[in-house]
């Protein structure tokens, strides 16, 4: 079983729908962070977080600390949104990240 | 400062033949990671330092990989004697200590 599993693998939505991402992990964590990554490799860093809840734009990451389990939000998806995105654990200030497979998401207009 | 750069971005060789990679952090970053993707997967850890030091290696570094952070400041990863599956995407990133990782564009190594 990896140490961080995410969920779902693809997800085909029309523009302006509400996306989740979920992403359960089985370690003691410092950190999780939330990734995107377009075609060509290039990965962007969308979130760090330890506890709770941050919001950036359209984007919202929470983490439930004590059921292992975090989820990513887009509201109002457009087709830019359209990339993999990655959840990633810190174990335990160790800070090398260990990575979920990525979430493949596709929005139509 | 533009962020993290990564050299060459593209690198096709012969099985057999040595090849090596650089990346330059952002400037004030100590931390600098090395990571290894392959097509499908999410990146692998392979190495990382904290200015010159090299603190942990992974077990997927073999002994044909060696990473060198001389004055801590860029780094390169050199593969020896490179087999096909070594090919990947190999991306570097850096950090201050405990803070968000900023990554390279990444460089795809094609092993023929």
């Known amino acids: 079983k990896n140490e961080v599993e995410q969920s779902p693998q693809n997800l085909t939505a029309q523009e302006g729908e509400f996306i989740t991402i979920n992403c359960s992990y089985s370690v003691g964590i410092s950190a999780l962070h939330w990734l995107q990554q377009h075609p060509g490799g290039g990965i962007v860093s969308l979130f760090m977080?330890?506890?709770g809840k941050k919001k950036h734009g359209r984007l919202i990451a929470t983490i439930n600390i004590q059921e292992k389990h975090s989820s990513l939000h887009i509201t109002a998806s457009h087709p830019r949104d359209s990339a993999v995105y990655i959840c990633a654990v810190d174990n335990f200030g160790n800070e090398k990240l260990t990575f979920g497979t990525g979430t493949r998401l596709t929005i139509i207009p | 400062d533009t962020g993290v750069s990564q050299d060459p971005r593209h690198k096709i060789t012969k099985r057999g033949q040595n090849v090596t990679f650089r990346c330059d952090p952002i400037s004030e970053h100590n931390r600098l990671y090395w990571y290894r993707q392959t097509l499908g997967q999410g990146p692998e850890f392979l190495t990382y330092?904290?200015?010159?030091?090299?603190?942990?290696k992974s077990r997927l570094l073999s002994d044909r990989f060696s990473a060198e952070r001389p004055k801590g400041s860029f780094s390169t990863l050199e593969i020896q004697r490179t087999e096909q599956g070594d090919s990947a995407m190999y991306l570097c990133?850096?950090?201050?200590?405990?803070?968000?990782?900023?990554f390279g564009p990444g460089t795809r190594l094609t092993v023929l």
């Open positions: 977080l330890s506890s």
């Open positions: 990133a850096s950090s201050l200590v405990a803070d968000t990782q900023y």
């Open positions: 330092f904290q200015n010159e030091a090299q603190l942990e």
